[in-house]
């Protein structure tokens, strides 16, 4: 499975931006049970997680610090993922990655991980 993100750049806050993650490698059909997820690291942080989504069903998961500003979805056609980020903040700047979870099980690892995209949040 390979993970490309994509979409980071430079954004005002209060702004929107939309971060696309492309998975390829297999075919993830509607009843795929696994997880996507988004998250990042800022300079000097530990890398936290952002938001995931499960593939079937759509159920989702979020940071606090992201929950009412940040939507996770995916495209089964397509097999792309997005997070769209509303009315960002300066804190938000971060590299965002965005991994792939095989297990349906929330607290397994993510198996696979893209390379990140930089999201900066100018005030």
């Known amino acids: 499975v390979q993970l490309q993100a994509s979409g980071g750049g430079l954004v005002q806050a209060g702004g929107s931006l939309r971060l696309s993650c492309a998975a390829s490698g297999r075919t993830f059909s509607s009843y795929f049970t696994g997880w996507f997820g988004w998250f990042r690291q800022a300079p000097g942080k530990e890398r936290e997680f952002v938001a995931s989504?499960?593939?079937?069903?759509?159920?989702?998961r979020y940071a606090d610090s992201v929950k009412g500003r940040f939507t996770i979805s995916g495209d089964n056609a397509k097999n792309l993922v997005y997070l769209q980020m509303d009315s960002p903040k300066p804190e938000d700047t971060a590299v965002y990655y965005c991994?792939?979870?095989?297990?349906?099980?929330?607290?397994?690892?993510?198996?696979?991980w893209g390379q990140g995209t930089l999201v900066t949040v100018s005030s």
């Open positions: 989504i499960r593939w079937s069903g759509g159920s989702t």
């Open positions: 991994a792939a979870r095989l297990s349906p099980f929330p607290s397994a690892p993510y198996d696979y």
